[in-house]
């Protein structure tokens, strides 16, 4: 009901930037609260950064200062700006979002497909 398009990674040395973005369309939807998810090889998916709809945002101390997550209300599209990358940010970043279908009527949560981030020493 609800799809999520994410883009923006790619292979980047240490210190380096980069810019993820996540795009949510679909049937009518309201949406609570967006965010960004990583995973590296042998270990649980972590989080990295949430942002409310009443903007508030919370970071996973391990990128707080490097990494901003910030969303365009008109485009339904969240961003993670990562800067000061470290080679301990490599991994598979996920958005998800969270809200509800107006034309069903019940809350979803949804995730995207994942982008690879790669950041090299």
């Known amino acids: 009901q609800v799809q999520l398009v994410e883009s923006g990674g790619g292979l980047v040395q240490a210190g380096g930037s980069l810019t993820l973005s996540c795009t949510a369309s679909g049937s009518p939807f309201s949406i609570e609260e967006m965010g960004w998810y990583r995973q590296t090889p042998g270990k649980e998916r972590e989080s990295v950064a949430q942002?409310?709809?009443?903007?508030?945002?919370n970071y996973a101390d391990s990128v707080k200062g490097r990494f901003t997550i910030s969303r365009d209300n008109a485009k339904n599209t969240a961003y993670l700006q990562m800067n000061s990358l470290k080679p301990e940010d490599t991994g598979v970043y996920y958005c998800?979002?969270?809200?509800?279908?107006?034309?069903?009527?019940?809350?979803?949560?949804?995730w995207g497909q994942g982008t690879q981030v790669t950041v090299s020493s």
């Open positions: 942002l409310t709809s009443g903007g508030r945002s």
């Open positions: 998800n979002v969270v809200g509800y279908s107006v034309r069903y009527s019940r809350g979803f949560d949804s």
